[in-house]
């Protein structure tokens, strides 16, 4: 790990400028992953704007009877929050289906947002990848992708978003609130915060230098029943092959969104509309424009059959 400087910042909009005007500084929340590609030299920041003493760790409710979520929340808290888990339970089931209960204790809601691809051949500095070194190629197409992407994928890269939590807040349609160093806020819905690759897969979000995520707001409770399911090649502490965040209602419409497919959470309003006609019709417009590789051709169909499993659920509840 290479040196660096290290400060604690006193207030939001004090630690967006200090990462704006230092640079190569990072923000440092629980630092789950960036301590980690910190070890492996894939990040190298020289100074880490320590985010713990901010006050971005509740969770309270909203004028128009949703929750905001403190960036600093953490992902044991936020899944264990009775409202969390009585509302908006595809969230609190998202949220235990990832990581291990230690990485929860640290891991909070904005980092959980952040987290960066699990794509083998950026945690290996000996391959080339355009988002580690905008220019160099992209080894995994034409390498080993069977845990790539299959949609929304560019010539550039085929990495997928790896998270979760992301997921399910997007089919709750979830707002991310920030703060810029210049004390300015916006509010970015979560449909738009992750970007596609494109030919700059080394940009991943819609954040601005220096720009902080401060809260998650979720509107009011959608009702219904709430599914997340995750196909993964073991049982535990693994990432998705495919997962599927679902909200159904009683009258069989809903919303559903995909994981582990693309470079955000994948969900196309046409495929909600859909759901009244079965898996089969939800999957043909979630994954119209697939562009699979012969190692992983099979997350194609197994999105309709994980869908499949889902809505039977939901119809047997």
């Given amino acids: 790990m290479k040196a660096f400087t290290y400060e604690r910042a006193k207030s939001p909009s004090e630690a967006a400028a200090a990462v704006s005007g230092t640079p190569g ?3 440092l929340a629980g630092g789950t992953n960036l301590l980690d590609l910190m070890k492996l030299q894939i990040e190298t920041p020289t100074h880490l704007v320590d985010l713990q003493d901010l006050g971005l760790d509740r969770i309270e409710k909203t004028p128009t009877g949703g929750l905001r979520v403190g960036a600093l929340v953490t992902n044991t808290a936020l899944a264990s929050d009775p409202r969390i888990r009585g509302d908006y339970a595809v969230l609190a089931r998202a949220i235990v289906a990832g990581a291990s209960g230690q990485l929860r204790n640290k891991a909070t809601t904005a980092g959980n947002l952040l987290q960066r691809t699990r ?50 807040l997007r089919v709750l349609d979830a707002t ?26 080394h940009i991943e979000t819609e954040l601005k230098s220096g720009e902080l995520v401060t809260a998650v707001t979720l509107p009011p409770p959608l009702g219904g029943r709430h599914i997340y399911q995750k196909v ?9 092959l495919i997962s599927v965040a679902a909200v159904i209602q009683r009258d069989g419409n809903g919303r559903v969104a995909v994981g582990g497919v693309a470079p955000k959470p994948w969900r196309v309003p046409a495929a909600d509309a859909a759901i009244p006609d079965g898996a089969g019709a939800v999957a043909a417009r979630l994954m119209a424009d697939a562009r699979p590789t012969e190692h992983n051709a099979f997350k194609v169909p197994l999105v309709e059959r994980t869908l499949a499993a889902v809505m039977a659920e939901a119809r047997a509840a």
């Fill in 25 to 27: 500084a990072k923000f």
């Fill in 119 to 168: 794509c083998p051949y950026f945690y290996d500095p000996n391959q080339p990848c355009n988002k580690r070194r905008p220019g160099s190629g992209c080894a995994a197409i034409g390498g080993f992708s069977r845990q790539l992407g299959v949609i929304g994928t560019s010539n550039a890269c085929i990495a997928t978003y790896p998270g979760d939590m992301a997921v399910a």
């Fill in 176 to 201: 991310i609130e920030t703060v810029d160093p210049q004390g300015s806020t916006r509010a970015i819905p979560i449909a738009d915060f992750h970007r596609l690759w494109g030919d700059t897969p």
């Fill in 232 to 240: 993964r090649d073991r049982a535990s502490y693994a990432f998705a």
